[in-house]
């Protein structure tokens, strides 16, 4: 079936990572970042060109497109497959420089725009799997964007599949890409009942074979210190500072655990992401995971007693603590339509790829998509050292994922 045919994955991800579209956890708009909307705008152009007369983009930055069924199975579902278009803030994706290391043999790829920046095998063991297939890389000073340009491109390789092979069979297809995933709020102004899925799969995972049904539960906490201010000539026996109570708290903090830097597993963690202030008032940001969702109050306690231990030596002194909730762990959601997760892994297993149930360190649009009532676990993209310089994907792990998409609908259609 795929002898024939020539994959567009590659050309695609290569044009598209070189489209900044970093969102901005700091924004209050919706999309986060209008240049995110470059690449969505994008994507409807290139659906048209296809021959997918339904792709739009609304006001929220989604983009939505149907492929039409080719089976006269009525019973078939309608599935919906989602990446997102930002990147993450974590590392710049402005003048992005994608580079092809094709039939790699195990050397360091040295990055030409800053030679200190090497990716070694050594460092990521997942290149030894790679030999004699193509690495995609960046150039040295930014993030590449296989998180999650590589979901996005090969969503698309898979609807220019489907598009010209109408002799598959297959149910209703529904596309979706979305904005600012990378700061929690990927799905905060989809219209479920618009998109109008049954299931749906996110393209957005790591190795190849990787199968992920599980993710973190996430939580928010603000904690905001509160010192006593005095001015600076004035303030013997009378300032205490808002920053040294901030960084006193800090400091408490374990340093052989609970941090992303020494857990790894099931384990979840507190992060400090943020610390801003100034002598009066002083607010540091936290991120907590954990696989329970019961696990979040407990960290969140810790912290809570922690604050309470600092305020406590300097009486006047308090502080205030802010929890939102992000997502939460979509398991259990996926444990209730066990089919979902089931039909991805006989669909990999038809395209030849050997299947790893996983569980993210993190978490997905499909996390809240599940919870919002479409469960969603999600697929692998070949996705590599993501927010960082060293960011990288091999172009056959993307084709092979294509592959499997196709399995996918065209199993779907048969039960």
């Given amino acids: 079936m795929f002898d024939s045919y020539t994959f567009t994955v590659t050309d695609r991800f290569l044009r598209y990572v070189q489209i900044d579209t970093q969102s901005d956890p700091h924004a209050t708009c919706f999309p ?22 339904d792709a739009s983009l ?21 599935i919906c497959f989602c990446a997102h278009v930002d990147t993450a803030p974590d590392c710049t994706g402005t003048n992005v420089k994608p580079i092809l290391h094709q039939h790699y043999q195990g050397q360091d790829l040295i990055l030409p725009d800053d030679p200190s920046q090497v990716i070694r095998m050594a460092d990521y063991p997942y290149l ?18 296989a ?8 969503i698309m390789d898979f609807a220019h599949f489907l598009i010209k092979n109408p002799a598959i069979e297959h149910g209703p297809v529904r596309l979706l890409f979305t904005p600012d995933e990378e700061v929690g709020r990927g799905t905060e102004k989809l219209d479920l009942k618009k998109l109008g899925a049954d299931f749906g799969y996110t393209l957005d995972g790591g190795d190849i074979g990787s199968l992920e049904d599980e993710t973190f539960s996430a939580n928010a906490v603000k904690i905001t210190f509160q010192g006593i201010i005095a001015h600076p000539g004035m303030a013997k026996g009378k300032m205490v500072n808002a920053i040294k109570l901030a ?16 857990t790894a597993g099931r384990e979840g963690f507190v992060h400090p992401m943020e610390i801003n202030g100034i002598a009066d008032q002083c607010v540091v940001e936290f991120l907590i995971r954990d696989f329970e969702t019961a696990g979040l109050e407990t960290k969140q306690q810790y912290l809570k007693g922690l604050a309470q231990q600092v305020c406590a030596v300097h009486p006047g002194t308090h502080f205030t603590m802010e929890v939102r909730e992000q997502y939460r762990n979509m398991k259990e959601v996926l444990d209730q339509h066990p089919h979902v997760t089931a039909l991805a892994r006989k669909a990999m297993e038809i395209a030849g790829v050997k ?17 919002m009532g479409l469960p ?17 994907v091999c172009v056959q792990d993307m084709q092979k994922s294509v592959e499997t998409l196709v399995h996918l609908v065209k199993l779907a259609a048969t039960q």
Avoid at 58 to 78: F, K, L
Avoid at 355 to 371: A, H, I, Q, W, Y
């Fill in 355 to 371: 299947v790893k149930t996983e569980c993210v360190r993190g978490g997905t649009d499909g996390s809240r998509l599940s919870f």
């Fill in 58 to 78: 609304d006001q929220w930055g989604y983009v939505m497109a149907t492929i039409p069924a080719t089976t006269t199975n009525s019973h078939c579902p309608t």
């Fill in 376 to 392: 969603c676990p999600n697929i692998f993209a070949g996705e590599q050292a993501v927010h960082s310089r060293h960011e990288f």
């Fill in 128 to 145: 030894a799997t790679k030999l004699g297939e193509d690495i995609i890389t960046a150039s040295g000073t930014t993030l590449l964007g």
């Fill in 147 to 154: 998180d999650d340009k590589a979901g996005v491109a090969i």
């Fill in 247 to 262: 960084s006193t708290f800090l400091e408490r903090l374990p340093k052989d655990s609970l941090s992303p830097e020494t």
């Fill in 32 to 53: 986060s970042t209008s240049k995110q909307l470059e690449l969505s705008k994008l994507l409807v152009r290139e659906l048209q060109e296809m021959g997918v007369t």
